[in-house]
């Protein structure tokens, strides 16, 4: 789709449905119920889009709502879609759960699989308490229950065997601190035994 030269972005989009539609600028503020200036500063970018507006252009064009705001997904919906819509008006889902259903099923199918997947592991450790309430109930598998107890046991392996690295670490660092020490206490009976020496020669000299 053109979508002019503000690109994909809110105004461009609004652009290219109407392009799509091959309406002007009157015919298409009419049909969302504003005026041409209306739509002439939506695709400029010098107004921003109302609801209303964004609202009515997906109602009127059946374009893709998540599309329409975000540019994700298809311009325009699909059977699905509507069935997603209805269903989420039937059901009186928040804005959230409604934005997180369009955007679930804007996923292929091995996307969604993959994104199960990925809320099964977290929700799992949960899963047994929540029988009758969880979603994935039906779906709990033990095995998975036992990949999460070995990558538990696994990171805790790990963990102590860090634990067991920085110990070796901090003995040897004492060990280096307390041989410099050493060195350092020789160094000065060194130094001073050699003032001693130096002295002696001085005063034997001068008698």
Known sequence: MDLGKLGNC???????????????????????????SAICNYENGTRPVSEQSILAI????????LWMRNGVGEPYKTKGQDAITRLISELKCSNFEGEFLKSYFQMDR???EQFVQAMYRLIAPFAKNLSGRNPFAEYYDLTLDNELIHAKAQADKAAE???????????RIDKLEKDNEELQTRLEAIEKEEAKT??????????
């Open 198 to 207: 130096i002295k002696s020669v001085i005063v034997s000299k001068h008698h």
């Open 110 to 112: 091995t996307e969604r």
């Open 58 to 65: 997906c109602r009127e064009f059946n374009v893709n709502e």
């Open 161 to 171: 065997h860090n634990r067991a690295l920085q110990a070796i670490q901090e003995k």
């Open 10 to 36: 809110l105004a461009g989009r609004v652009y290219a449905i109407r392009k799509d539609q091959k309406l002007s600028q009157d015919d298409f503020g009419r049909a969302i119920g504003v005026s041409r």
